[in-house]
C-alpha cells in the first residue's frame, strides 16, 4: 500500500470520529466561555441588549458570555473577527443595519456577507424619526418638502459620517420624497447631534433614544414624521407616519440582530436561538425598551435570514442611486 493511499484511508477512518466529537460538543453547547463581538461604542441600543442577553445566558448556562465593543470601519472590524471564527458558537456577533449596508458600501471587504455568515435570530426592532430644528419655521412634513422643493440644494441634514446609517436613511428619504438636500457629514452621532441642535443642520433621521424623546417634547426638536408601517407611534401618538404625511417607501427599522461565522452547527442554532427568544419574551425585557417603541422579536433563522436578505438589497439599491462609496 503507498503512503498516499495509507493517508486517505486514513482521512476516511477518522472523519466519523471527528464528526462525532464535533457533534459532542454541539450538543453540550457551551462547553467554555464565549463572547459577543459588538460593532459599536458602548451604551447604544444593541449594546444594552446584548449585555442583557449575556447576563442571561451566564446564569441560565453557568458560562460567561463577555461582551466585546469593537467599533471601527462602520463594523467591518468586528464583523470580520466573527467570519474568520472557529465556528463553534463561543464567539458570535450582534450587530445593526450596518451589517447589511457595508455589503455595497465598500468596494472590497475581507469577507461575504452572505456566505461567511450564520443568521442566528432578530432581537429587536424600532422605529426612527425625522426631526428639524423648530427655527426652519415649517410644522409638517408636508411644508418641510415644499420649501426643499423651492430651494434645491439649500437646505441640509446631518449624519454621523459618510455611508453611515443616518446618511443612508435621509439618502432614502430624498429619492422617496423628490426633494434635493444637502449632506453634512459629522465625526459622529454627538456632533451630528449638536449641530442640529445648534441650527447649523436642519434635518436628521434619527433613531429613538430616551434623550431624542425628551428633546421632542421639550420643544428643541420637532417631529414631523415617524418610520413605522404606517400606524402611529405609542411614544409620539401626535407625530404621523411617513405614508400619513404622503411619503411612501420610508418603512424603516432599526433591527439588531445575532449571528454566527458560516457552518455553525444547527443544534448551536437552535440552542441559541430558543434560549434568546425566551429572554426577549420576559416582562421585564419588554419593558426595558417600550420606551423607544422598540418590539422583541427572537425570530427563527430562517426569518432572519430573509429580512437579511431584503435589507442587502434595499440598502444596495439606494447606495448605487445615491453614487455612495467607502475605501
Known amino acids: ?102 455589503a455595497s458600501l465598500y468596494k472590497v471587504l475581507p469577507y461575504d456577507v452572505n456566505r461567511d455568515f450564520t443568521p442566528v435570530t432578530e432581537l429587536i426592532r424600532g422605529p426612527s424619526v425625522l426631526v428639524i430644528n423648530p427655527g426652519l419655521n415649517v410644522a409638517t412634513l408636508k411644508d418641510f418638502i415644499a420649501l426643499a422643493r423651492a430651494q434645491p440644494g439649500k437646505l441640509n441634514y446631518g449624519s454621523g459620517g459618510y455611508g453611515s446609517a443616518l446618511h443612508l436613511y435621509s439618502e ?33 433621521i434619527i433613531q429613538y433614544q430616551a434623550t431624542t424623546l425628551e428633546l421632542i417634547r421639550s420643544g428643541r426638536l420637532r417631529a414631523l414624521a415617524v418610520t413605522t408601517d404606517g400606524g402611529r407611534s405609542k411614544s409620539l401618538p401626535d407625530t404621523p407616519s411617513m405614508s400619513e404625511a404622503g411619503v411612501d417607501g420610508m418603512a424603516i427599522y432599526v433591527w439588531g440582530g445575532v449571528l454566527g461565522p458560516a457552518r455553525l452547527p444547527r443544534v448551536v442554532i437552535d440552542r441559541l436561538q430558543g434560549e434568546i427568544a425566551r429572554i426577549l419574551a420576559l416582562p421585564a425585557v419588554k419593558a426595558r425598551f417600550a420606551a423607544q417603541d422598540a418590539e422583541m422579536i427572537g425570530s427563527r433563522p430562517e426569518a432572519f435570514a430573509h429580512t437579511l436578505q431584503s435589507e442587502i438589497k434595499r440598502w444596495r439599491e439606494v447606495i448605487r442611486a445615491a453614487g455612495i462609496e467607502r475605501q
Open 172 to 204: 432614502l428619504f430624498k429619492k422617496s420624497a423628490g426633494v434635493n438636500i444637502t449632506h453634512v457629514p459629522f465625526k459622529g452621532g454627538v456632533d451630528n447631534m449638536t449641530a442640529l441642535l445648534g441650527g447649523q443642520v436642519h434635518m436628521n
Open 1 to 102: 500500500m503507498s503512503a498516499l493511499s495509507f493517508f486517505r484511508r486514513l482521512v476516511l477512518w477518522l472523519l466519523p470520529l471527528f464528526a462525532s466529537a464535533l457533534s459532542l460538543a454541539a450538543d453540550n453547547y457551551p462547553t467554555r466561555n464565549a463572547r459577543f463581538i459588538v460593532p459599536f461604542a458602548p451604551g447604544g441600543t444593541n449594546d444594552v441588549l446584548a449585555r442583557l442577553i449575556a447576563q442571561q445566558l451566564g446564569e441560565r448556562w453557568g458560562k460567561a458570555f463577555i461582551v466585546e465593543n469593537r467599533p471601527g470601519a462602520g463594523g467591518v472590524i468586528a464583523n470580520d473577527i466573527v467570519a474568520k471564527t472557529n465556528p463553534d458558537g463561543h464567539t458570535l456577533l450582534v450587530t445593526n443595519p450596518a451589517f447589511t449596508m457595508s
